[in-house]
């Protein structure tokens, strides 16, 4: 069936990029995401890709993606410490069908 | 800015009350609408799927009676949990799709807790 899994922690120095991993099984997949999601709050898109792309930056952002291995990365360079938050990585088959998260990373910003 | 509203942000309640959550859509109608669940530490599981005008689809192991939904107007759902219980408390969240080509947005969500 359909899965999505990720780190569920990662620990990274202020001003140092982050890399968080995702993989996922369904090779149908369209729609890539990553979601952020701060303590208490709801979910911010942060950036999503197309499955016939390889990578999309966005500022700070770049997500890269390997279809062949089904692999999904998102990197944050000079992260701060407004960047500590938990990220979801998520894939849909089409944009008006249902989201698939993995469990999510909390990204833990050492000063 | 908000595309998609969530009401109320955080209930809390006793036992066997029964609780309502809207999710409107802002300044765009939405024929679908989606209902997620998040238990602490968890990730988020789709609830079901509610289009306007008729029934919801559940995904397996959600119950229908428990979890009642209404999409009535192209800019309005609503997720009604009946005769709550503790094991009920959880963050719901809702989506909607806001236009061609965009993802789906996600509500604030409503973080339930039932004593």
């Known amino acids: 069936g359909e899965d999505v899994e990720q780190s569920l922690f990662l620990s990274v120095r202020e001003g140092d990029s982050s890399v968080i991993n995702c993989t996922y099984t369904d090779s149908s997949s369209t729609y890539l995401y990553w979601y952020k999601q701060e303590p208490g709050a709801g979910l911010q898109l942060l950036t999503y890709?197309?499955?016939?792309?390889d990578m999309k930056q966005d500022q700070r952002l770049t997500v890269l993606l390997n279809k062949k291995d089904k692999h999904l990365s998102l990197r944050i360079a000079d992260t701060q410490t407004g960047d500590s938050a938990i990220y979801f990585c998520?894939?849909?088959?089409?944009?008006?069908?249902?989201?698939?998260f993995g469990k999510g990373t909390r990204l833990h910003i050492l000063p | 800015g908000a595309v998609v509203s969530q009401h109320p942000s955080r209930v809390i309640c006793k036992s066997g009350t029964s609780v309502k959550i809207e999710c409107r859509s802002l300044?765009?109608?939405?024929?679908?609408m989606f209902w997620y669940r998040q238990f602490p530490k968890q990730s988020l599981m789709l609830m079901a799927t509610s289009n306007e005008g008729s029934k919801a689809t559940y995904e397996q192991g959600v119950e229908k009676d428990k979890f009642l939904i209404n999409h009535a107007s192209l800019t309005l759902s609503t997720l009604t949990v009946t005769s709550a219980h503790p094991e009920d408390s959880s963050f719901y969240i809702c989506s909607a799709l806001t236009g061609y080509d965009q993802p789906q947005h996600f509500g604030d969500g409503t973080r339930l807790s039932i004593l």
């Open positions: 300044d765009f109608q939405a024929t679908t």
């Open positions: 890709i197309f499955s016939n792309m």
């Open positions: 998520a894939e849909s088959m089409d944009r008006d069908d249902k989201i698939i």
